[in-house]
């Protein structure tokens, strides 16, 4: 890929002034190139701007405007007569720019975008000017200088108009199949939702069976239901379905695309399968902390981890009288912060069954708080208490001590609200950890171009707002991919996805708002330092016939603007707020 | 101590005799003065010099542009090197198809330059020495003791003599975009001399600021001896301190202005 | 420094992005929270993407002061736009220190969009600290 010149100081001066002339916005939809016929509407509101702007003088001055071809008041422009008014006008007046100056364009602008559309003009040409919120209401006590003031955002409004391009908005077509990653509880709820609307499923499973975590699992919580037994007829469900297709020891091996048309490669060592999606959701989990190093994990036999704990209790021995268990571990502390959420309602689960099995077994927890949320979870603490486990609070700063050379015989705990060092006799001991992320996600994370937070659990796009969705439009996330999920959580989360996933399948098409960025060929330099400013991963550098230069997916670009204000030359630029409309209503403010 | 001129001819004839490079960039004598040169064989590099400093950089990227696959050997003080990671940030070298040598700048070097780091990363030629900071210059620390009006007056004073011939940028191997904004009618207006310098200079200098590495080619660059150095240094130590960042340090370091601040925080006055 | 002049009537833009700040601004509106009116707001999708070019330019034309308004760090529409912002300006009021505009007159601060109250003062406040800094005679003098 050869550079075409040899120095900037060797090209023709007037070759550069043609390029920059010609390169202008980029935008080929550039149809309009007659001069701008500006119509400014100037809205009273009745007496909400008119009670202290001086609209009549306000339209007087919008008429001295250069290239402002009519205006006019309206009591209310918004209203019926308003409308109209504008959409005569614009007739009359072969108007192909109109400027609405009232409210605030949070209200009411698609209605008179689609007015504008209605006579006949883009309604990308359609400007708001905000002389209410921004000015009549919040100096109401001064007219003179409200007034001034609605004249200048006017005179600014004007200025941007001038420059302002017809958009098309594109409507990108979805294709109507899923693919979910991961066949554990969340992963199937969602599948089979999904597959029951009509929608083609592929789920893939890394593992030889589905079921994921629960596969290891005794008892649920709060039913002591077998894990096994409430599963079976999820994976029946899940592999008898005529929709889903299940890919078993599998692994997603790339992911092109964006949403609508995701482009799927999944291997399972042996073979490949290729297909096309419109949506993914990712249930990937999350797997269990081993505490290697941890009171003499993993070399004293007898001490556990809750699944190892587990596949115990599911085997059904004789079981040991002395059970000491050890809340937090690896948990709530400075390597990783969170609390795991469920460790504490599955070793109160475990603790009951243990001694309701056999109440002259001794079982004490020891923790640093009991995370014992809602309804159910509270009341079987008190179910353990009134059982008879005890309940021992330690301190970070002087955690337990596991003594026992073979294996663990005793352990040692400093009672922190009593002040004294307890000796426990233990003939077992387990360690409560939380789940951290897989060891995969980052690799998932890159290949899906979504974050991870800083627990290295998915990323959502709003802790509130968006909680199981991701900011790349189409990709969607439930379970403990996202967080240390319970059963419940788990199962509401993937309800959860697979809807907002069915919602563009479903309809059909996404439609993108034309306040896209674009990159000029002419002027980009390939640089890529848009590539790296985008939130959204919605640019990058292709190779054409003038070299390496940017490239915006429309259908992912979200309209922020970062990667204009990053562009050190113009290349970059985003429809309906470029260089040359905000420059020139400084311009006009300036010159005011 | 071997004079560094004979170790680098050393090192670039066995590069060039190993057949590692097909050639070495450097500098020779010509013409009755010093410019770049590009060494094939070793009976040429009898001609090789290192004084006085000169942008290799620049001249790198056009070759690698005209010949891609070609390898070179290129002689690099500290910014050499620090121009080449940051063009190689940004798409303009390739540096696998460079070998280095490294040439450690002397204590005088740096102090005429301000310079914090007069060593590459690898030092092949020559002993390192400690960087300064820019506030050894006087008339960094004078101004710095300036109020803004003073300030203001100094840097108008300064700007008017540009007659922007655009040497600064020109000359600059971190300004390497092909269209240049301040070739561009909407930000300067063309065919005004001086150009309207808040348009002109603080554009560039904020372009610049998480790139600069301190080679000082601008103000050498410039026929009319505007201080442009006296900004950029001040410029750099402020990025090193709101970021905790150097730019041409690391190639695999993206511009602090272009990542999250999870990735790179802005420092709190107490931290920095 | 001058003391302003009865009747300095300071030029201030206001930057303010589309999901917090304006809709902030608008909030302040609704609520009749009065302020002085020498600001005019320009509005932008993301505080990220205002080019400190543009301050940069409006600071050398004679525009008194700017303020540039986004989301708080955490909340924005578009993830992590405003920490670009966040750092570009940091950057940008250092370098006018020393090209000699004084920093006080760029203001960047985060208004989420039910803080009304917050940006009626943030602007009131800002407003007197450049009728306070007077008049800003620009580069040409």
Redesign the interface.
Same mark, same amino acid.
Do not use: K
């Given at each position: 890929m050869e550079k075409a010149h040899i120095s900037r100081s060797q090209k023709l001066a007037g070759d550069r002034q043609i390029r920059r002339q010609t390169a202008g916005f980029g935008n080929p939809a550039r149809a309009n190139c007659d001069l701008p016929r500006i119509g400014v509407f100037v809205c009273h509101c009745g007496n909400n701007i008119g009670g202290v702007v001086r609209v009549p003088e306000v339209v007087e001055y919008a008429r001295t405007l250069p290239d402002v071809a009519y205006a006019e008041d309206n009591m209310y422009s918004c209203s019926e007569e308003g409308l109209s008014s504008i959409k005569e006008s614009i007739v009359r007046h072969k108007l192909n720019r109109v400027i609405v100056a009232s409210c605030t364009p949070r209200t009411h602008e698609p209605l008179f975008k689609r007015a504008c559309e209605e006579a006949g003009l883009n309604k990308y040409l359609f400007e708001f000017v905000n002389i209410r919120e921004h000015c009549s209401w919040i100096h109401m006590h001064a007219p003179d200088e409200a007034t001034e003031k609605a004249k200048a955002l006017v005179r600014m409004g004007v200025a941007k108009a001038r420059y302002l391009e017809p958009q098309e908005e594109f409507q990108s077509d979805v294709y109507p199949a899923a693919l979910v990653i991961g066949g554990g509880v969340a992963g199937m709820t969602a599948a089979l939702n999904l597959a029951n609307q009509g929608f083609v499923v592929h789920l893939v499973e890394r593992e030889a069976e589905l079921g994921g975590l629960l596969r290891g699992v005794n008892k649920v919580f709060p039913t002591y239901e077998d894990a096994g037994e409430f599963l079976a007829p999820l994976i029946q469900q899940v592999e008898n379905h005529p929709r889903i297709t299940t890919y078993l020891r599998s692994e997603v091996e790339s992911v092109e695309g964006f949403i609508g048309h995701f482009q799927v490669r999944v291997t399972n060592g042996h073979r490949e399968a290729e297909f096309e999606v419109g949506t993914v959701i990712v249930a990937t989990g999350a797997q269990e902390f081993k505490p290697y190093g941890y009171y003499g994990y993993p070399m004293l036999p007898n001490v556990v981890t809750p699944l190892e704990l587990e596949e115990m209790l599911k085997k059904g021995f004789e079981f040991p009288r002395n059970v000491v268990m050890i809340n937090c571990v690896g948990a709530r502390i400075a390597e990783r912060p969170y609390c795991g959420r469920f460790c504490c309602t599955a070793a109160l689960k475990n603790a009951v069954l243990i001694k309701e099995r056999d109440p002259r077994a001794k079982v004490y927890i020891l923790q640093r708080d009991v995370m014992a949320y809602g309804e159910h979870i509270e009341r079987h603490y008190r179910r353990a208490m009134e059982l008879g486990v005890r309940f021992i609070r330690y301190s970070l700063d002087r955690p337990p001590e596991v003594v026992g050379v073979r294996q663990a015989r005793e352990v040692k705990v400093f009672h922190q609200l009593i002040g004294k060092e307890l000796t426990l006799p233990a003939d077992l001991v387990v360690l409560v950890t939380p789940l951290v992320p897989q060891p995969d996600s980052e690799k998932l994370s890159r290949m899906l171009k979504v974050p991870r937070g800083s627990e290295g659990f998915f990323l959502e796009a709003h802790l509130k707002l968006r909680p199981i969705e991701f900011a790349t439009d189409g990709i969607y996330l439930c379970g403990s991919a996202r967080y240390p999920s319970n059963i419940i959580e788990s199962v509401s989360q993937a309800y959860a996805a697979s809807a907002k996933a069915a919602t563009p399948m479903r309809q059909g098409f996404v439609q993108v708002e034309a306040i896209t960025a674009f990159s000029d060929e002419h002027l980009c330099t390939g640089c890529g330092t848009c590539v790296l400013v985008c939130p959204f991963s919605a640019i990058e550098l292709r190779v054409g016939e003038n070299g390496q230069k940017s490239w915006v997916n429309a259908t992912q670009c979200k309209g922020c603007g970062s990667c204009v204000a990053a562009c050190p030359n113009g290349a970059m630029q985003q429809r309906g707020f470029t260089d040359r409309q905000v420059l020139s209503m400084v311009e006009a403010l300036v010159s005011s | 101590m071997q004079d560094p001129v004979q170790r680098v001819r050393e090192i670039a004839g066995q590069l060039l005799t190993g057949g590692q490079v097909d050639g070495v960039l450097g500098l020779c004598e010509q013409h009755g003065g010093v410019g770049p040169c590009l060494f094939r064989g070793e009976d040429d590099l009898s001609s090789l010099v290192l004084e006085p400093k000169y942008p290799l950089a620049n001249v790198c990227k =056009?070759i690698q542009? /005209?010949y891609?696959n070609g390898r070179l050997g290129v002689i690099v003080r500290g910014c050499d090197e620090r121009a080449l990671i940051e063009m190689a940030k /940004?798409?303009?070298v390739d540096l696998d198809k460079l070998a280095l040598i490294g040439l450690a700048c002397t204590e005088a070097q740096a102090v005429e330059c301000r310079c914090r780091h007069p060593y590459p990363q690898r030092i092949d030629v020559g002993e390192r020495v400690e960087g300064v900071a820019p506030t050894v210059d006087e008339n960094v620390r004078k101004?710095l003791e300036q109020g @803004?009006?003073? /300030?203001?007056? @100094?840097? *108008?004073h300064e @700007?008017s003599k540009c007659i922007k011939c655009?040497g600064c940028r020109?000359a600059c191997p971190v300004c !390497?975009?092909?269209?240049? !904004?301040l070739? #561009?009618?909407?930000?300067v207006q063309p065919g005004v001399v001086p150009p #309207?310098?808040?348009?002109f200079q603080? !554009?560039r200098?904020? *372009?610049i600021? #998480?790139k600069c590495i301190g080679c000082g080619e601008c103000e050498a660059a410039c026929p009319m001896d505007i201080p442009l150095t006296r900004?950029y240094a001040?410029?750099r130590e $402020?990025?090193r301190e709101?970021?905790d960042y150097e730019a041409g340090a690391d190639v695999a370091a993206?511009?602090? =202005?272009?990542?999250? =601040?999870?990735e $790179?925080p =802005?420092l709190e006055v107490g931290e920095r | 420094m001058e003391k302003s002049a009865d009747g300095f009537k300071p030029k201030i833009l206001a930057f303010c992005c589309n999901w917090c700040s304006y809709a902030g601004a608008d909030l302040a509106g609704v609520s009749r929270l009065q302020m002085p009116s020498d600001f005019r707001v320009i509005r932008v999708m993301c505080s990220a993407r205002v080019s400190p070019e543009w301050v940069i330019k409006a600071l050398a034309g004679g525009v008194d002061g700017v303020m540039v308004l986004g989301c708080h760090i955490g909340d924005c529409h578009y993830i992590s736009g405003n920490h670009r912002a966040k750092k570009r300006f940091a950057l940008l009021k250092e370098m006018l220190g020393y090209l000699g505009i004084n920093p006080a007159r760029l203001y960047v601060d985060w208004v989420s969009a039910s803080e009304g109250a917050r940006f009626q003062q943030i602007v009131t406040e800002f407003v007197e600290t450049v009728k306070e800094l007077g008049p800003h005679h620009g580069p040409e003098g």
């Open positions: - | =056009l542009a /005209r891609p /940004r798409e303009q101004l @803004f009006n003073e /300030r203001l007056a @100094f840097w *108008h @700007f655009y020109n !390497i975009c092909e269209e240049c !904004i070739e #561009d009618e909407l930000w #309207d310098y808040a348009a603080f !554009i200098a904020y *372009h600021s #998480d900004l001040l410029v $402020t990025v709101l970021f993206p511009s602090p =202005l272009v990542t999250t =601040l999870e $790179t =802005l | -």
